[in-house]
């Protein structure tokens, strides 16, 4: 993918934030804007682990302007739009871009620049397929954002707890039905854990989860209210379209 292969900028987040992103194979959606509106309030280094075209920190750094933002990627094509997408929204400030991989030994990303203990907030939308139950996408880039290798999940989790200092907060989206092995790869580094559900419709179960751990939190895991998604006319209910248009955080992201 090179910046031609790219379409003309997507305003998203009700106009406040402009993307340009491929024509084709992954590209940004509802995670993403959940993920961002689950940021808490009032944290200064805020990285964007798994950044693609930097969606999520961009519009983090757009609605917090006391934060600074790293937008990190292990994928040069990605991270040339995240470039263009932070002088784009006008963030050059506040937001940087760096290429290092999540899933590489800790001595390879602090070589690459993640300093540990450098962040009170990490954000991250991590691939959701596990590469020994699917069958990844013909192209790379679309793979590569959605299917992660086996053991991977604890590796990118110790990632995001390395880069948080003392009771910084990870917040995270997937799928419902991996928070068991969410929570196990954790370990101890993390606590004080909140999930809120995210449901399609009320009547079904939820296919999402958002997820707020503390480095070093000892409360119990609390179970936040549900966010539905869509109503019976199939359409946004008023709380998902408030959050869509930027109007609005998640419940989750007003626990410090």
Not at 41 to 50: C, F, M, N, Y
Not at 57 to 79: I, K, Y
Not at 142 to 148: N, Q, T
Not at 209 to 231: D, E, N
Request: with cysteine.
């Amino acid at each position: 993918m090179s910046r031609a292969d790219a379409v003309a900028p997507n305003a998203l987040l009700g106009g406040k934030l402009l993307l340009r992103q491929p024509e084709t194979g992954h590209r940004v959606g509802t995670d993403a804007i959940l993920l961002a509106a689950a940021a808490p309030p009032g944290r200064r280094a805020v990285v964007d682990l798994g950044c693609g075209v930097g969606a999520v920190g961009l519009a983090v750094a757009r609605a917090h302007p006391e934060s600074r933002v790293l937008l990190v990627d292990n994928d040069d094509r990605a991270l040339a739009l995240a470039r263009d997408n932070i002088m784009l929204n006008g963030l050059e400030g506040r937001v940087s871009a760096l290429r290092a991989d999540a899933l590489a030994p800790a001595a390879e990303r602090r070589a690459a620049g993640l300093a540990p203990a450098s962040a009170d907030l990490a954000l991250t939308n991590p691939p959701f397929g596990a590469a020994e139950r699917m069958r990844a996408s013909p192209d790379p880039a679309r793979a590569a954002a959605h299917v992660m290798p086996a053991g991977g999940l604890a590796r990118w989790l110790a990632c995001a707890a390395d880069l948080l200092g003392p009771k910084g907060v990870l917040v995270l989206i997937h799928r419902a039905d991996a928070l068991a092995e969410i929570l196990a790869a954790m370990g101890e580094r993390l606590g004080s854990v909140a999930v809120t559900p995210v449901h399609p419709r009320a009547d079904a179960p939820a296919t999402r989860i958002l997820l707020r751990a503390t480095k070093g939190g000892k409360a119990p895991l609390a179970l936040l209210p549900a966010l539905v998604l869509h109503g019976p006319d199939g359409r946004f209910t008023p709380e998902a379209e408030a959050i869509h248009r930027g109007e609005a955080m998640l419940a989750c992201a007003g626990v410090q």
